[in-house]
């Protein structure tokens, strides 16, 4: 299979067109996994991600979660709720130009339930920090990117790159062609059932092994190579 992504060892990864995400996910709702199951673990994973990414200073590393729109964002929530449950320095900044979609409400109620802090840009202003997790179908204010660029902060994103820079992206399910991510990319394993990738003809073997989240990379096509 000549699938565009694959993993370390050179298994494909199915890739979406964009025309198949809404059946895709419908697919995978009616298998089963509606938005407020998956939602628990992306977050989760994207949690994982972070505490990675922090390494042996994940329990002193200051984090800063962005929350925009779509269900990224409720994903975004749902991992600093995990980070925050291990009395991590976490604090989430809330995009006060998007109203709360039913899952983003569900997932803040729990965060606010750990003690952790929500906070607005002036309380940001000036501060370091170690990573910046962000969430968000949208761009977010100008603002908050002016702030990040100043924070010293690492950026991972959850989902496409809609706007901002990330030196890693946690793809949720499957990558979508023509996507713009950025930095390393890696696949979380959000327990999407084979029977699903078959309904929409897509080939597919298991690839996490014993892992939750597993680097990916783009192959480079013979046209793009330079002779």
């Known amino acids: 299979m000549n699938e565009p992504f694959c993993t370390i060892t050179g298994l494909p990864i199915p890739t979406l067109t964009p025309e198949q ?8 709702a009616t ?25 042996q200073d994940w329990q002193v590393g200051r984090v800063v979660v962005l929350v925009g729109s779509g269900t990224v964002g409720a994903v975004a929530l749902s991992a600093a709720r995990h980070l925050a449950n291990r009395c991590m320095n976490v ?8 109203a709360p979609n039913l899952y983003s409400q569900n997932q803040y109620n729990l965060y606010q339930k750990t003690g952790a802090q929500t906070v607005d840009l002036t309380e940001l202003t000036g501060e370091k920090v170690a990573v910046v997790l962000v969430g968000s179908d949208t761009p977010l204010l100008p603002e908050i990117w002016a702030w990040v660029a ?9 989902g496409a790159t809609v706007d901002g820079v990330a030196v890693a992206t ?19 394993d959000v327990g999407i059932p084979l029977a699903v990738y078959e309904q929409l003809g897509l080939y597919h073997r298991f690839v996490f092994g014993n892992q939750y989240i597993i680097p ?12």
Request: aromatic share 10%; charged share 15%.
């Open 21 to 28: 995400v809404t059946l895709w996910w419908e697919r995978v």
């Open 31 to 55: 298998a089963g996994l509606p938005p407020e199951v998956w939602v628990e673990t992306a977050g989760r994973s994207s949690a994982m991600l972070t505490l990675g990414w922090l390494g």
């Open 91 to 98: 604090r989430v900044w809330l995009n006060p130009e998007i």
């Open 150 to 158: 100043q924070s010293g902060a690492e950026v991972l994103r959850i």
């Open 170 to 188: 946690l793809v949720l399910g499957l990558p979508v062609m023509g996507m713009p991510y950025e930095g390393q990319l890696y696949l979380a």
């Open 216 to 227: 990916i990379y783009q192959r480079v096509a013979v046209a793009d190579v330079e002779i």
